[in-house]
C-alpha cells in the first residue's frame, strides 16, 4: 500500500490526482491494475505532452526548398524507375542473397477509419479470394526467398489492443507459409490522452486512456524488445519498412535497396507525384536546408500551389516506404533519442469527473503519436526514389473513396488489367494477381508471354 501512496502523492503534485477519484471504491484487483497503469507513465514527461498541445495550435514558420529526387525514367505505362536505381539492382540483390535485408512491417494502429472489427492485416483486400493483407505480404516474401534462396525475416509491430489476435491469425494459418521462427511479432508503447485542461483523460473509473504511440514508436520499440539485438545476431543490416495498409508496395525491392546502399543512406524513402495542389500527403522536401516530411497542413495555401515549369515545385508525396540501415537506428535508440510527440485534437470516449461515460460528439481531447519519418532529418544520409503511384501506392484507409476496399480493388484492377491489355489487346472483366507469381505491370506483362491458355472472357486469376 505504501507504493500506492507514493504513487498517489506523485500524481498530485504533478496536478493530476483525479485518477485516483475512484480509488477508495475499486477492488483489489481493479487497483492493482490501475496503479501498473498509472507506474508506467512518465509524469517528467507531461511537459512534452503540453508542448506538443502548443506546436498544434502555433505551428512554427517554414522555410522551405524541395529536396533532390530520383526521378521516374519513364513516366509512360508500364512505368520506368530512375537508371540510377534500375542500375544498382544487383546490388539490392546481392544484400537480398547475403541475408542482409529484413522487412519491418507495422501493424499496431487501431484502423479506426476502416472500422474493420479486427487488426486491419486480416482486412480480405484482393478481389478475386479476399486474400488478406497480411498473407499478401507473407507470399511476398516467399517469392523473394525463392528467387534470391533467401526469406527475409519479417518483424511484425503491434498494438497492445490487436497482439493476440494478430498472433493468433497468423498462427492459425500456419504462417502463410514462412518459417514461424522468421516471423517476430513485438508490441509497440502506449501513450495517455489530455483533456482541453491538461489532465489525463480516464477510460473509466479504474483505468486510465491510452492507445498506441504512433508508427514513430517503432524506434523504442525494437530496441526495448530485443528485436534490434535479434537483427544484428542474424546478420540483417537493413530493413525494408512496410506499412500494412499498403499491399501494393514490393517487400524487398531490389533497385530502392540498392540505392540506398550505394548512396550510403542511412535512411531512404520512396514518393509519388502529387495529384493535385491539395491532395493530403505529407512532402518530402529540405526544412531550413535538412531533408524531411513536412505535413501537408503545414504548407501555405501559396507554397501548395506554387509550380516549377509544368509541375508542382513540392511534388513528393511521401508514401511512408523506407529502408533503414539498422545501424542508424541502434544508434538512435542507444542515444536514447526519442523522435517528437505530435498531438492530435480527436474523440475520447471517457469518463467525467463525476464518473459518467461520455461518447463525445466533437473532439475532445489530445492524443499523442510519434511519426517515423521524423528519422529523415536525424540521418547521415537520405536517398529519396520517385514510384509510379498505382503500382506501388494503393493503400486501405477509409470505408468510402480512393483509399477505400471498393476504391483499392478498382485502381488495382484497372492497373493489373492494363498490363495484361497491353500485352494481349484484351482486359479480362475482372483479375487478381497471386504475389506468388508477379508484384508490378512488368511483371504481368513477361508473363502473358506464354498466356496462350488466359481465358480473357473470365475473371483472370494469375497464379503464382
Ligand atoms: P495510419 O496512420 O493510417 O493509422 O497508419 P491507422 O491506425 O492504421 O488507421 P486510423 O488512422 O486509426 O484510421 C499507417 C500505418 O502505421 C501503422 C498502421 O498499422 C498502418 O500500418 N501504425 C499506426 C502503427 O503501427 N502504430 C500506430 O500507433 C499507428
Not at 498541445?53 to 529536396?67: E, I, K, N, Q
Not at 526521378?71 to 539490392?92: K, N, S
Not at 530493413?239 to 495498409?245: A, G, M, N, P
Request: charged content about 25%; hydrophobic content about 40%.
Amino acid at each position: 500500500m505504501a507504493d500506492h501512496d507514493q504513487l498517489r502523492a506523485d500524481f498530485e503534485s504533478a496536478g493530476q490526482g483525479h485518477v485516483f477519484a475512484w480509488w477508495d471504491e475499486l477492488g483489489e484487483r481493479a487497483r492493482r491494475r490501475l496503479a501498473r497503469q498509472l507506474a508506467a507513465v512518465d509524469l517528467s514527461r507531461l511537459r512534452e505532452l503540453h508542448a506538443a498541445v502548443t506546436a498544434l495550435a502555433a505551428p512554427h514558420a517554414r522555410s522551405l526548398a524541395p529536396a533532390p529526387v530520383f526521378e521516374l525514367a519513364d513516366r509512360g505505362f508500364p512505368y520506368a524507375l530512375a537508371d540510377a536505381a534500375r542500375a544498382v539492382a544487383p546490388i539490392g540483390d546481392k544484400a537480398l542473397r547475403d541475408g542482409h535485408v529484413a522487412a519491418l512491417l507495422v501493424a499496431g494502429g487501431q484502423g479506426t477509419r476502416l472500422g474493420f472489427d479486427g487488426p486491419k492485416g486480416c482486412f480480405p483486400v484482393l478481389p478475386l479470394t479476399g486474400m488478406t493483407l497480411f498473407e499478401v505480404f507473407a507470399r511476398k516474401l516467399r517469392r523473394v526467398g525463392l528467387e534470391h534462396g533467401v526469406t527475409p525475416p519479417l518483424y511484425i509491430m503491434v498494438g497492445t489492443h490487436n497482439e493476440s489476435a494478430t498472433v493468433n491469425f497468423w498462427q492459425d494459418n500456419n504462417f502463410f507459409g514462412l518459417e514461424p521462427d522468421d516471423v517476430k511479432f513485438f508490441a509497440q508503447g502506449e501513450m495517455p490522452a489530455l483533456d482541453a485542461e491538461g489532465k489525463l483523460v480516464m477510460a473509466s473509473r479504474d483505468a486510465l486512456f491510452s492507445g498506441p504511440d504512433g508508427h514513430g514508436g517503432v524506434l523504442q520499440a525494437l530496441h526495448v524488445k530485443g528485436m534490434l539485438a535479434d537483427m544484428r545476431a542474424r546478420g540483417v543490416r537493413c530493413l525494408s519498412y512496410l506499412q500494412v495498409d499498403n499491399a501494393q508496395t514490393p517487400v524487398a525491392d531490389s533497385a530502392f535497396l540498392g540505392l540506398h546502399i550505394a548512396q550510403g543512406a542511412e535512411v531512404s524513402l520512396k514518393v509519388v507525384r502529387k495529384q493535385d495542389p491539395t491532395e493530403k500527403v505529407g512532402i518530402y522536401c529540405l526544412d531550413d536546408g535538412v531533408p524531411g516530411i513536412v505535413e501537408y497542413t503545414e504548407f501555405s495555401e501559396a507554397q501548395s500551389n506554387e509550380r516549377a515549369g509544368n509541375d508542382l515545385r513540392y511534388w513528393a508525396g511521401s508514401i511512408a516506404v523506407h529502408a533503414f540501415n539498422v545501424d542508424f537506428l541502434t544508434r538512435l535508440a542507444q542515444n536514447g533519442t526519442d523522435l517528437p510527440l505530435h498531438a492530435a485534437h480527436k474523440k475520447v470516449p471517457h469518463v467525467d469527473r463525476d464518473g459518467n461515460t461520455v461518447e463525445p460528439a466533437a473532439p475532445n481531447a489530445y492524443k499523442f503519436e510519434r511519426f517515423i519519418f521524423d528519422t529523415i532529418p536525424l540521418a547521415g544520409n537520405v536517398m529519396c526514389l520517385e514510384v509510379p503511384r498505382e503500382e506501388q501506392f494503393l493503400p486501405v484507409k477509409n470505408t468510402d473513396g480512393p483509399h477505400s476496399p471498393e476504391g483499392f480493388k478498382q485502381a488495382y484492377q484497372d492497373y493489373f488489367g492494363k498490363a495484361v491489355e497491353t500485352a494481349t489487346g484484351k482486359r479480362p472483366p475482372a483479375i487478381e494477381v497471386d504475389p506468388l507469381a508477379a508484384e508490378n505491370a512488368r511483371e504481368v506483362i513477361e508473363l502473358a508471354k506464354d498466356a496462350a491458355g488466359w481465358d480473357l472472357t473470365k475473371p483472370l486469376h494469375i497464379l503464382g
